[in-house]
């Protein structure tokens, strides 16, 4: 019977022990892992500070010739809406005229067409008075 005791404290004392190693490794953050350490030669840092510098300075640059390349087509634009807004205008002060010719024109050929209407009833009333009567 003592070995059934003996046997179960035993029991107990391993799983507590297991469950205290469960919760340590459970509760502990993980160490990082030691990181190798590396030598940097200046130079090569030199000449990687100087890359990245030449190609920060392409890139500004080239962003510069781009919104200098679209202000100009930008004014560009403005200089041609601003011929084609004057270009308009003379279009229609030229329409205005030639409307008003044109106006004047048909006002015109009705004065003449009356006048040629009137014409020809004075004469048929001519030709009327100028016949004898046959009676």
Known sequence: MWNKVISFFD??????????????SL??????????????DEKQVQAEI???????????????????????NKTDYEQLMEQEALHLDVLRQQLEVESQ???????RSLNEKAALDALLREK?????????DRF
């Open 124 to 132: 048929e009333t001519l030709k009327e008075d100028d016949k004898p």
């Open 11 to 24: 029991s107990l004392i391993i799983h507590f022990f297991l469950l205290v190693i469960l919760f340590l």
């Open 27 to 40: 509760t502990l953050p993980d160490m990082p892992a030691p990181q190798k350490n590396t030598v940097l």
């Open 101 to 107: 010719e044109l106006e004047a024109i048909k006002q």
């Open 50 to 72: 100087e890359r990245l510098k030449r190609e920060q300075a392409f890139e500004s640059m080239t962003q510069q010739s781009h919104e200098y390349a679209l202000e100009q």
